[in-house]
């Protein structure tokens, strides 16, 4: 299990998003195969917040628990999913021997009506995990917010918010990415002072293209240190570069984190083994 491999050492896991086609299985596959050889103790995939993809995330889960032999954490949002439809999900991980889940909220999808939203079957992520876990056996996870949920007015009380989550069964935490670490720093602080007291892997992207600090910002609302900012204004004209620099910029960021005595690093891998892999071999 995840939380008993947290508890011995630092974990390093990866995170990879499923096809958005039923052609494109073989190649994510690969994708797949190649991650797996670097040897990490689990590997997260994504779920589409509205749930229509769900079977694409639980077959790709199958693969990595079940071909590849590493625990598979399968996310799973509620905010567009019905109490059935997230039991229906929970049964398929259970047939393919998957039993880690990451369970979210996920984001209002731009087509949901307000009396859909405010109608729907769980309000917060530790409704769900409460849900969860009096109706299945998975062992669960939540997501967190170094520089808090853009929703949430504080850190504060998202934090107090963090805490149902530990009290509705989570085991572990796994981060929203960050590009500066002093905001980890600081909220693992904070949250211990509030006694939430499970493992908190440290969400890590490495920026690789231009384009990348623009989506990445938009989704994730993580701020740019004028560090990364520069780097990205001085070889963001040259492909090779950029992608040295951006790696290089993660791995500094990781090897921090790893004499800070993080629980775990966790690689948003954007399905890029050989990105992947230079932080891996870099790191180790
Ligand atoms: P919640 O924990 O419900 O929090 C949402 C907001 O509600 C916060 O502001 C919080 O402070 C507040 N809140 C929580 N509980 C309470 C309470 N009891 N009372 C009042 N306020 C409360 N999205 C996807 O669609 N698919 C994915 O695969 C995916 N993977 C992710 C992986 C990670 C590691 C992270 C960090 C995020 C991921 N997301 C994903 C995005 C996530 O769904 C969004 O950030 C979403 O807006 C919040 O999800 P949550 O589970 O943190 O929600």
Do not use: W
Not at 117 to 137: I, P, Q, V
């Amino acid at each position: 299990m995840i939380k008993d491999l947290l508890q011995h050492k630092q974990t390093l896991s990866f995170e990879v998003f499923p096809p958005k086609k039923d052609g494109e299985f073989e190649a994510a596959f690969q994708v797949l195969d190649s991650l797996g050889a670097l040897g990490p103790d689990f590997i997260s995939v994504t779920y589409g917040a509205g749930g229509s993809r769900s079977k694409k995330t639980v077959d790709i889960a199958d693969y990595i628990q079940n071909t590849l032999h590493i625990d598979a954490l399968a996310h799973m949002t509620c905010v567009g999913c019905k109490k059935d439809a997230l039991l229906t999900v929970a049964g398929e991980l259970k047939q393919a021997n998957v039993s880690h889940v990451l369970a979210l909220r996920g984001d209002r999808p731009k087509d949901m009506t307000d009396e859909q939203y405010t109608s729907r079957d769980f309000a917060h992520a530790s409704d769900m995990m409460g849900f969860l876990k009096e109706n299945t056996d998975l062992h669960l996870a939540g997501a967190c917010y170094p520089e808090k949920h853009y929703e949430c007015f504080s850190l504060e009380t998202d934090l107090n918010n963090l805490k149902y989550k530990q009290e509705a069964g989570a085991e572990f935490f796994i981060t929203q990415l960050f590009f500066d670490n002093d905001y980890f720093y600081n909220f693992r602080e904070k949250a211990d002072k509030k006694g939430i007291t499970l493992p908190i892997c440290a969400g890590i992207m490495p920026i690789t293209t231009p384009k990348q600090i623009g989506t990445t910002i938009t989704l994730s609302g993580s701020s740019i240190p004028k560090e990364l900012a520069d780097i990205v204004a001085k070889y963001g004209d040259d492909p090779e570069d950029i992608r040295k620099a951006g790696i290089d910029y993660a791995i500094r960021q990781i090897l921090d984190l790893k004499a800070n005595q993080v629980d775990g690093i966790h690689i948003y891998s954007m399905n890029k083994p050989k990105t992947t892999a230079e932080i891996v071999n870099a790191i180790r």
